[in-house]
Structures are given as structure tokens and as C-alpha cells.
């Protein structure tokens, strides 16, 4: 028990407020309690009964007397009616950065509401303000109003369990923009996945289909093997085309009744074709196409027969 009253000790109570000058030792904890002047504050009932219900509503019930700024909301229940502060991160993050104090000094931050809403006697701030309760509400008012009032000492201050933990970003970004932003991106990433599937499932047809064909088709299993046949076939095809060409050439030549073709050999290099009843002076005649196109021949004649020869 002393041992937990010692920690408890080392938590020194910090009034905040922007006209106040504060003194701070970089090596303390604080528990910080925020002036009237950084909050605004109702007591209302309302037939709700849980707190996160209220909190849901609660800044229509501010619209019309909080200037423009991005706010967040803390609901206190007591008894059958609720307490509903609203309050600036951005204002107060900035306020503690310029009194020198750092984040990670706080304890934990509360409103003067709890800190004081016992108050027998009105404190004064500074020489123009001073707090006191009205209607259970602690409020800030002209010093000028009262009489003998004392200055408010840390120290008195009660720590309270009813702490608030601000947002860095939410003077960036309200909350509403915020959620849809999230909607979206979660939209987004829903049809990313959508199409990573689809696409994976369309990999993996073709890949499917892939095997399939090269078992097939009997395929080798790398590309430079396939492109080597391939490039073989090419080959082998130009080829047959050259040799169909030049049969077709043979067929379509001009022969007089009495010129015949004996035989056709080929011998995977060269066409070999004998030709029958043709003389010398009318090869020129029989040959034409290929003199036309410069394809080169090999004649021979043979027997008052003429063979002739071209490479395929």
C-alpha cells in the first residue's frame, strides 16, 4: 500500500490554459487537467440509455454554438443525465507543445469538470478569471465578480479516473471523410483481390492448357528446344512449297502433243525431272517460268532425252 501511494505521488496535477504560464520539469509525470476555456460542456437527458448511443448524437447537440473546427466528443453518464464535452485535439496538442510539455509526461488528461466539481470555494486563475460551479457545471467567470478568492494550486487538484486521449490527426481529417476513405479503400482492395483471383484462376487454365497441349503435340519442355523444331518445320515446309511451285511449273509448260514428261524424283535436295521428245532449241520454250523467276537449272541430255535438275 505505501508502495502504491509513492507512485501515485510521483503524478503531479498541471492546469492547462492558454493564458497560463506553467513550469515544467522534463522529468515528471503530469496529470493534466484541462480549463473550461479548451472544452465546451452540456448536461442533458435525453431517453438514451447507454453512453455510446449518446456519443453517436452528440454533435447535433453542439451545432449551433461551436465555431468552426473539427471536434471530438467525450459523454459522462451520471445518474439519469449526461454530461457531453467537446473539445479540439489539434488546439490542445498544440497548447501542450508550446507550454514545453511532452506527450509522453502525461498521465493522463481530464477536464476541470472532475478535477473540481467539488468545489466549496471560487479560485482565481489570473488577474480577470476565476472558476467556480454553477448548476454542478464548473465554469470560468470575471474575477471582478467575487471577493476574497483564492489562486488555484496544482496540488488541490483531484486526479480523475474520467480521461480523454486525443487524436494526432484529427484536425487533418474528420472522422466522417475519414470512414468513407476507409470504405473505399476497402472497396478497393476487394476488387484488387476480386482480380488477383480471377487472374490467378486464368494462370492457371493456361497453364493448364499449356500441358496439355505440349503432352499433345509431344513438345519439348523448354522454348529454345520448341523454337529449334519449329524452326526446322519452317524449313522443311519453305521447302515442300518450293518444290509443289516447281512441279506446278513442269505441269503448266507449254508442250507440243508429242512432248512428254517421263518421270518426276526427288530426292530431298533436288527435283530431277525427264522430259521426252523435246529438242534442244525448245527447252527455252518448256522452261519459261523458271528463266522468268532466274531459277537456276542443271540440263543434261541423255538418249535424245533432256533431264533437268533444280536445287530445292
Known amino acids: ?68 473546427g473539427n471536434y471530438n466528443y467525450y459523454v459522462y453518464k451520471d445518474k439519469n443525465e449526461y454530461f457531453i464535452f467537446a473539445y479540439e485535439d489539434s488546439k490542445i496538442l498544440s497548447l501542450l507543445h508550446e507550454k514545453g510539455i511532452s506527450l509522453t509526461q502525461i498521465q493522463g488528461i ?40 483564492k489562486e488555484v494550486q496544482n496540488d488541490t487538484l483531484k486526479v480523475s479516473q474520467q480521461t480523454i486521449t486525443l487524436e494526432h490527426f484529427s484536425h487533418i481529417i474528420d472522422k466522417k471523410t475519414l470512414y468513407t476513405i476507409m470504405v473505399f479503400l476497402f472497396l478497393f482492395i476487394l476488387l484488387l483481390l476480386g482480380e488477383y ?73 533436288k527435283l530431277s525431272v525427264e522430259l521426252k521428245g523435246v529438242k534442244k532449241s525448245d527447252l527455252k520454250r518448256i522452261l519459261s517460268l523458271f528463266y522468268k523467276e532466274k531459277i537456276p537449272l542443271i540440263i543434261k541430255r541423255k538418249n535424245k532425252r533432256s533431264i533437268v535438275e533444280v536445287m530445292i
Not at 117 to 137: F, G, K, M, Q, Y
Not at 215 to 228: D, G, W
Request: glycine fraction near 0%; hydrophobic fraction near 40%; proline fraction near 3%.
Open 197 to 269: 483471383f480471377y487472374f490467378f484462376k486464368q494462370k492457371e487454365q493456361l497453364k493448364s492448357q499449356k500441358e496439355q497441349l505440349f503432352k499433345h503435340y509431344k513438345l519439348k519442355p523448354t522454348l529454345m528446344q520448341n523454337r529449334a523444331i519449329l524452326s526446322s518445320y519452317k524449313k522443311e515446309d519453305l521447302k515442300q512449297q518450293k518444290l509443289r511451285k516447281y512441279i506446278n511449273y513442269f505441269l503448266k509448260a507449254n508442250m507440243h502433243t508429242n512432248e512428254k514428261i517421263i518421270s518426276i524424283e526427288y530426292d530431298g535436295l
Open 110 to 149: 481530464s477536464f476541470a469538470q472532475f478535477a473540481l466539481n467539488d468545489l466549496n470555494e471560487n479560485l482565481r486563475i489570473d488577474e480577470e478569471r476565476a472558476l467556480c460551479v454553477e448548476d454542478d457545471i464548473v465554469v470560468l467567470l470575471p474575477a471582478v465578480w467575487f471577493k476574497d478568492l
Open 1 to 68: 500500500m505505501i508502495l502504491f501511494l509513492n507512485f501515485k505521488q510521483k503524478v503531479k496535477r498541471l492546469f492547462l490554459d492558454p493564458e497560463l504560464t506553467v513550469s515544467v520539469d522534463s522529468k515528471e509525470k503530469y496529470q493534466v487537467v484541462l480549463s473550461p476555456s479548451l472544452y465546451w460542456i452540456k448536461r442533458v437527458s435525453l431517453p438514451l440509455k447507454y453512453v455510446h448511443e449518446v456519443k453517436k448524437i452528440a454533435h447535433t447537440l453542439f451545432e449551433e454554438i461551436l465555431p468552426a
